[in-house]
């Protein structure tokens, strides 16, 4: 069955940064876009940036742009966020998606990771 | 950019009741809308994709409805399981989620 896990998250002061790894199983992981979305406490869902299944094309919310770069590695079935120079309104529970397909709809999700930033 | 608007922000309702959720885009999006339910400390589940398609495994008591700019989502028999906040997301262009609905037992 699908799983997606995610990894990578902690507690990091303003300015830092942190690499987040999600690690897929039970498809074919070249096969599909991939998505991070996060979710700040007790505030909804936020985009936050997506890759094609080659790699090649990605995406991201206005709010991350130029700090946080998305890649993949087909052969290690992973998706990665590199997050720079965190903010404190960066922290959130961050969840990896996989598309249901040529349905852009976000069909499977991680369990997510907690980054906080604070000093 | 594009801008989603769900209402009402909150309901509370009997089991068996019939529960409409609304939400809006700020631009004709086609039917590229998605509908998700997401529990306490869980991730969201996808419900509904392109407006109107239940996913696989979901209770046909969910349902959707709606094109361009103005879609609808409905429980027809609210069930104690149901408690959740329900989330609309637009993919026409990029991805918007919705603000949710948080849906609660009267």
Known sequence: QVQLVESGGGLVKPGGSLRLSCSASGFTFSDYYMLWIRQ?????????SYINSGGRTTYYADSV???????????KKSVFLQMNSLRAEDTAVYYCARVRGK???LAYWGQGTLVTVSA | DIQMTQSPSSLSASVGDRVTITCQASQDIRNYL?????KPGKAPKLLIYDASNLETGVPSRFNGSGSGTDFTFTI??????DIATYYCQQYDYLFTFGPGTKVDIK
């Open chain 1, 40 to 48: 700040a406490p007790g505030k909804g869902l936020e985009w936050v």
């Open chain 1, 65 to 75: 742009k130029g700090r946080f770069t998305i890649s993949r590695d087909n052969a």
């Open chain 2, 34 to 38: 998605n509908w998700y339910q997401q």
């Open chain 2, 76 to 81: 027809s028999s609210l069930q104690p399981e």
């Open chain 1, 103 to 105: 349905q852009l709809a």
